[in-house]
């Protein structure tokens, strides 16, 4: 079975512009979930989605929103981009949401905002 | 979020067994203990994770404390490839919330 895919792996982005990434889930997962991994801060949530709605959202500006489609994919755009937004972006995706449940994640789509 | 107490880092010897220690002493009867890791440029990969029993799978073992307030992350024997940060984390009905993990380091 193929695990998460994200897409682009690499992007690079000036300051001001807005970006789009995507997730596949892993095929009958319905549930993704997005964090962001920088240095300083190490990995924090941003979003979870179930059945197309958004269960969670993590402490980011709203300059940071998702949505998942019908088909469980899902996507993730951030406007008005700042330097501080490069990150490394991943994506897990789990059967359900809840406590007991795995969640497998992504290689991740690595963002540099120039 | 409950909190979890990991140490910053631990070195093993190859082939040999590592316990990997984590505190939880805030944890609340519904809250799963989670493991996962992360090797060097990839995203983070599942481990194992319990609720009270202690769990065994193809990668390694949990052992829950009988109040739950600790757990223990079990390799049976650490090889270079399980050189990896790794994260004890509780997970109520809340997304996973990475803390900043233990980074073990395996010596061949």
């Known amino acids: 079975k193929a695990g998460v895919t994200q897409t682009p792996r690499y992007l690079i982005k000036t300051r001001g512009q807005q970006v789009t990434l995507s997730c596949s889930p892993i095929?009958?997962?319905?549930?993704v979930s997005w964090y962001q991994q920088t240095p300083g801060q190490g990995l924090q949530f941003l979003f979870e989605y179930f059945s197309e709605t958004q269960r969670n959202k993590g402490n980011f500006p709203g300059r940071f929103s998702g949505r998942q489609f019908s088909n469980s994919r899902s996507e993730m755009n951030v406007s008005t981009l700042e330097l501080g937004d490069s990150a490394l972006y991943l994506c897990?995706?789990?059967?359900?949401?809840?406590?007991?449940?795995?969640?497998?994640f992504g290689p991740g789509t690595r963002l540099t905002v120039t | 979020d409950a909190k979890t107490t990991q140490p910053n880092s631990m070195e093993s010897n190859e082939e040999e067994p590592v316990h990997l220690p984590c505190n939880h002493s805030?944890?609340?009867?519904?809250?799963?203990i989670h493991w996962y890791r992360q090797l060097p440029s990839q995203g983070p990969e599942y481990v194992i994770h319990g609720l009270t029993s202690n769990v065994n799978n193809r990668m390694a073992s949990l052992a829950i404390a009988e109040d739950r307030k600790s757990s223990t992350l079990i390799l049976h024997r650490a090889t270079l490839r399980d050189a990896a940060v790794y994260y004890c984390i509780l997970r109520g009905n809340t997304p996973l919330v990475f803390g900043k993990g233990t980074r073990l380091s395996v010596i061949a």
């Open positions: 805030t944890i609340s009867g519904t809250d799963y």
């Open positions: 897990a995706s789990s059967h359900l949401p809840g406590t007991g449940v795995e969640q497998y």
């Open positions: 095929s009958g997962h319905r549930s």
